[in-house]
């Protein structure tokens, strides 16, 4: 479509732009609310990685670069954010370095503790379990260092 370049492919193009961005913003405003609705359920906060820059500092196969590139990723990201502001769910921000290859368990970082892409098996203390699982617990983890602690006043204290 792109290359005839006629008046009613370009149309036909902006059609199907427009069907996709909504289509995406209608899956990313789903999952955000289910994702702020369980947290908010069970009276946790949630935790995300930075995922500024995703397409640039990471690499998948040529098949998946088109579906990879399109997704909104930081629209996501807001549209958890105001959800969790509005339901008054805390929400923290992770730096994504090392989350896949670190050790839940030791906190152990080597590139061999992830032989293949959806496995995880560290060579320190040999935890074994679900790549994703791993850097979930990883994240989840950072997040609970990184919440600040409040301190109530004693009663009778003013």
């Known amino acids: 479509m792109?290359?005839?370049?006629?008046?009613?492919?370009?149309?036909?193009?902006?059609?199907?732009?427009?069907?996709?961005?909504?289509f995406k913003a209608d899956e990313?405003?789903?999952i955000s609310k289910?994702?702020?609705?369980?947290?908010?359920?069970?009276?946790r906060g949630i935790a995300l990685e930075e995922l500024t820059h995703i397409n640039v500092r990471s690499t998948v196969r040529k098949a998946q670069r088109d579906s990879r590139s399109k997704w909104a990723f930081s629209?996501?990201?807001q549209f958890i954010a105001y959800k969790a502001r509005l339901a008054g769910v805390p929400l923290v921000i992770i730096d994504p370095k090392n989350t896949s290859r670190q050790c839940n368990v030791c906190g152990h970082i080597d590139e061999k503790n992830r032989p293949t892409r959806?496995?995880?098996?560290?060579?320190?203390?040999?935890?074994?379990?679900?790549?994703?699982?791993n850097a979930a617990k990883?994240?989840?983890n950072r997040a609970a260092i990184i919440q600040p602690m409040v301190v109530r006043p004693?009663?009778?204290?003013?």
Not at 34 to 43: H, R, W
Not at 154 to 158: K, N, Q
């Open 154 to 158: 004693a009663e009778g204290s003013a």
């Open 118 to 133: 959806s496995e995880f098996c560290c060579v320190s203390c040999g935890h074994s379990e679900n790549a994703d699982l």
């Open 138 to 140: 990883n994240i989840r």
């Open 34 to 43: 289910a994702v702020v609705s369980l947290a908010k359920g069970t009276g």
């Open 28 to 30: 990313n405003h789903r």
């Open 75 to 77: 629209q996501l990201r």
């Open 2 to 22: 792109q290359g005839v370049g006629t008046k009613s492919a370009k149309k036909h193009l902006k059609r199907v732009s427009k069907n996709e961005s909504r």
